[in-house]
């Protein structure tokens, strides 16, 4: 519940009021509102309404950017759960301003169909695009304007639906606050909304352990001043600190030298070692005498320098990733980003949705306008396009009403329309009776809303120019007040009153004064009987897709599909019709297939010193490496990226550190002598 004494000049807020004019619940009996943020975000809200007391309901849309972003919103109000009326509009919100949007489900707006881009209101048709001149400053007795019993206070169903943000409020209206963020272990909010640890410190990295910031030095390295703004300071080969930080090589031990048992004071370099500024190092595999004295590798963005055979390289920080090979930037990539999501090169993204990446996982936010998530399985996204089905148009659960009288019903932009055959109209402007009266009666002669009546009492055929009022025929047949072409009229074909029987998802004509059948678009008489008219849908039917007894072909692992009268095929979960052949079905398993892994387009492949790849669980991996070369870090993506003849850290195989005064030659940890 969101009280009015809630809302402040300070937020950046539209409150969307609905409230009708029709009988409650007679003629109404529930409202159904669905909501398009500015990034494409979804939320849909339905409620009965059980009374008149139940009416204004109010949704509210907050933004914490103070922005002014764009807003969709679709309200439809329902009678036992059919469609009885929609309203739909475009708004901007005002930054820092409580604003007020009326949406009022009008009697007079029931049946009536606008073009795309418009939508009902007090006056007709009108565009759906709402000015913020037509948004009503904040006022708490302007909320309702239908007498429904009720006074609108407190206001019902307070709603957000902007993405959710760190800031200790609901921002997606789901009931918890700051969810998708966990304060243990975010680096940018480590035990509070925006309190961020500090980024890229100096020979270390910053994490976040139990709401706390943490520094984690590099290998070599301490904090030994105990102050995080200069990172990791402390070099633990040099005399001064060797080792620990504690430790100080003076006198006649002046030198620092790694040995089997760490970092110890030594009076001279053993061979093999260089002395470095009082530290004795092996330039091979020292990042910080790489190959000659002071000639320090620096790590470069979200990585620990590393030293190997004498030249610089580097190895990632956990969470990051170098998945643009690029070693000037670094290891760029977060793994949660769309184009890499977990790991680099697996693109998030689910047909029709809006896909996030942000907990490192991908999931779907909601749908893109004019799809749905009809059959509940995330893994494919938001599979059903509702811009032209007839069965799911604008929503999954709305159906457009087909075999109507004298009439055809189409899905066009994800709203219902109806087209009259020559000779009919919608006169009552109620979509499921089609286009039940003709227009050669004088009480809608020629069109809707047109009586005839004395001079001119008579309903006239004028060819081409349509049907028109007069005092007597002067072409064609008088039956009873109208003038009728006895050859061509279906109320009349052949005779006065002798009408041609309608039949479902058929119109009916009249030709040379004999009864014909014409099928809808989208329907076929496959069983050749007229009783039942067109009786099959052969834009949606798999055994006659298109024209009758025109199968679609299936094969393995798919389902046939037929949409507006073309075969297809969906595939079963895990599965991809990569080769677009639909006699072998789905043939690519994504889960295991390397050459279609995880996506049709991403094939695992072997190069340098990779001799063996896979796909497990639908991404790429290592398998076999040409020796010495091993894949130690488990990424596809920098392939066999360790040689175990010369890593002092994975020497012969991976995690087999050389200590001490020792170095790895030929995949042994021998003394250095022995590996000059």
Request: proline residues 5%.
């Amino acid at each position: 519940m969101l009280a009015l004494a809630g809302c402040s000049p300070a937020r950046t807020e539209v409150l969307i009021v609905v409230d009708t004019d029709l009988a409650v619940p007679a003629e109404l009996d529930g409202v159904r509102v669905d909501l398009i943020g500015p990034n494409g975000e979804t939320r849909s809200a339905v409620g009965d309404v059980a009374g008149p007391d139940e009416l204004p309901r109010t949704l509210a849309v907050v933004d914490e950017t103070h922005t002014a972003r764009t807003v969709r919103v679709t309200v439809t109000g329902l009678r036992g759960g059919g469609n009885v009326i929609q309203r739909r509009a475009v708004f901007q919100l005002v930054p820092r301003e409580t604003r007020i949007l009326r949406v009022d489900l009008l009697r007079s707006c029931v049946g009536v169909s606008c073009s795309a881009g418009e939508t009902c209101g007090d006056n007709g048709c009108r565009e759906i695009e709402v000015g913020p001149e037509e948004l009503a400053p904040y006022d708490p007795g302007s909320v309702s304007r239908f007498d429904g019993g009720g006074d609108g206070a407190p206001l019902d169903g307070g709603c957000v639906v902007m993405k959710e943000s760190c800031n200790t409020l609901d921002d997606d209206c789901d009931g918890a606050i700051d969810e998708d963020f966990a304060l243990e272990g975010d680096i940018e909010n480590c035990g509070a909304c925006g309190n961020a640890c500090l980024a890229s410190p100096d020979n270390g990295a910053s994490t976040c352990a139990s709401g706390d910031c943490v520094l984690r030095c590099d290998p070599g390295f301490e904090d030994c001043n105990g102050l995080a703004n200069d990172g990791c300071e402390a070099d633990l080969s040099r005399p001064a600190t060797c080792g620990s930080c504690e430790l100080a090589c003076m006198g006649a031990t002046p030198f620092c030298m790694e040995t089997d048992a760490g970092e110890a004071c030594v009076e001279s370099c053993e061979a093999g070692s260089s002395a470095c500024a009082g530290a004795c190092v092996d330039l091979t595999s020292d990042p910080r005498h790489c190959g000659g004295c002071g000639m320090r590798c620096d790590a470069p963005p979200n990585a620990v320098a590393a030293c190997m055979a004498s030249a610089c390289s580097f190895e990632c920080d956990e969470g990051y990733a170098d998945c643009d090979g690029n070693a000037a930037n670094g290891c760029e990539s977060t793994l949660r980003e769309l184009d890499h999501c977990g790991r680099c090169g697996e693109r998030c993204e689910r047909p029709g949705a809006v896909t996030s990446c942000a907990t490192g996982e991908c999931l779907a936010l909601g749908c893109l306008p004019l799809f749905g998530d009809c059959d509940g399985e995330a893994a494919n996204g938001c599979e059903e396009d509702l811009s032209s089905n007839l069965a799911r148009c604008g929503g999954c659960n709305v159906a457009c009403p087909t075999g109507v009288s004298h009439g055809e019903t189409a899905c066009l932009a994800g709203r219902c329309t109806l087209t009259c055959s020559p000779g009919f109209g919608d006169c009552d402007r109620v979509a499921s009776t089609g286009c039940e009266a003709p227009l050669s009666v004088p009480a809608a002669c020629g069109m809707c809303g047109v009586s005839c009546s004395d001079p001119d009492p008579l309903c006239k055929d004028l060819g081409a120019a349509g049907y028109g009022c007069g005092a007597a025929c002067t072409r064609g047949t008088q039956c009873g007040s109208s003038c009728v072409l006895t050859d061509t009229d279906p109320l009349h074909c052949g005779g006065c009153d002798r009408a041609c029987p309608s039949a479902p998802n058929a119109l009916a004509s009249c030709a040379s004064g004999t009864c014909a059948l014409a099928c809808a678009s989208g329907w076929g008489d496959c069983d050749e009987s007229m009783a039942n008219g067109c009786e099959t849908g052969t834009a949606s039917d798999v055994a006659s897709c298109g024209a009758c007894g025109t199968a679609c072909p299936v094969g393995p692992n798919a389902i046939a599909t037929c949409m507006s009268g073309s075969c297809g095929l969906r595939c079963n979960a895990g599965f991809a019709d990569c080769n677009g052949v639909a006699a072998d079905g789905c043939e690519a398993a994504l889960a295991s297939d390397a050459e279609h892994c995880g996506a049709c387009a991403n094939a695992c492949t072997a190069s340098g010193s990779v001799a063996g790849v896979a796909c497990v669980g639908g991404a790429c991996e290592v398998v076999a490496c040409t020796a010495p070369a091993a894949d130690c870090d488990g990424s596809y993506a920098n392939g066999c990226e360790i040689d175990t003849d010369t890593n002092k850290h994975n020497c012969g195989s991976c995690g087999n550190r050389c200590t001490g005064p020792r170095s790895c030659c030929g995949g042994e940890c021998r003394p250095r002598a022995e590996c000059s």
